[in-house]
């Protein structure tokens, strides 16, 4: 009794996986509720920080459920997520280690320019209304564009949008920011 009770047990993840496969919720819940726990202990070990290690953990699942099919059964399931977890949480950690050196503080950066001018108040103060009236889209990519100065084939990969989709929205943004300000038109060379 006790080699089939061993049997059921090392069936039971590929039952599992078939049934998820063929579209059962029950399954898929019953697959994630097995899982979720150590994938975020994982995850949480690794990065120190809460929120990273539920972002880690969510990614983990969304990619552990389009690669099912991929499943051989070679290892055992939990491993199988776990290591799917792993490739998660380092491809983030360096993604995460990326930006913080991109980082800069405003105050210590050194200015890019000879000569700073500065712009009228009320041409400051429009300026950042228009930008902020931009429709979400258009203000990402003109900020990340214009402002931090990612290309667009960053912008596209951080936003999950296509480059010429980045490039376009800059256009439009740009000129909405000019019928905007076109008042102004004249008063800063």
Same mark, same amino acid.
């Given at each position: 009794?006790?080699?089939?009770?061993?049997?059921?047990?090392?069936?039971?993840?590929?039952?599992?996986?078939?049934? *998820?496969?063929?579209?059962?919720?029950?399954?898929?819940?019953?697959?994630?509720? =097995?899982?979720?726990?150590?994938?975020?202990?994982?995850?949480?070990?690794?990065?120190?920080?809460?929120?990273?290690?539920?972002?880690?953990?969510?990614?983990?699942?969304?990619?552990?459920?389009?690669?099912?099919?991929?499943?051989?059964?070679?290892?055992?399931?939990?491993?199988?997520?776990?290591? +799917?977890? +792993?490739?998660? *949480?380092?491809?983030?950690? !360096?993604?995460?280690? !990326?930006?913080?050196? !991109?980082?800069?503080?405003?105050?210590?950066?050194?200015? +890019?320019?000879?000569?700073?001018?500065?712009?009228?108040?009320?041409?400051? *103060?429009?300026?950042?209304?228009?930008?902020?009236?931009?429709?979400?889209?258009?203000?990402?990519?003109?900020?990340?564009?214009?402002?931090?100065?990612?290309?667009?084939?960053?912008?596209?990969?951080?936003?999950? +949008?296509?480059?010429?989709?980045?490039?376009?929205?800059?256009?439009?943004?740009? =000129?909405?920011?000019?019928? =905007?300000?076109?008042?102004?038109?004249?008063?800063?060379?």
């Amino acid at each position: 009794m006790g080699g089939l009770a061993i049997a059921r047990e090392s069936a039971a993840p590929e039952a599992l996986v078939k049934r *998820v496969l063929n579209g059962d919720p029950a399954a898929e819940r019953a697959l994630y509720d =097995a899982n979720v726990d150590r994938v975020y202990r994982l995850a949480y070990r690794m990065v120190n920080d809460p929120s990273l290690a539920e972002e880690y953990t969510q990614e983990t699942f969304i990619r552990v459920f389009d690669r099912l099919g991929d499943f051989r059964g070679e290892a055992a399931l939990s491993t199988w997520i776990t290591s +799917i977890a +792993i490739s998660v *949480v380092h491809n983030g950690m !360096r993604k995460v280690k !990326r930006f913080r050196e !991109r980082e800069r503080d405003l105050e210590t950066a050194e200015p +890019i320019a000879a000569q700073v001018r500065e712009a009228e108040p009320d041409l400051k *103060v429009r300026l950042s209304r228009a930008i902020d009236d931009l429709p979400t889209g258009y203000r990402t990519v003109f900020v990340m564009h214009d402002v931090e100065g990612f290309t667009h084939e960053e912008i596209g990969t951080a936003l999950g +949008i296509r480059e010429g989709t980045s490039k376009a929205q800059l256009s439009r943004a740009r =000129a909405k920011l000019r019928a =905007a300000l076109a008042a102004h038109e004249g008063e800063w060379a």
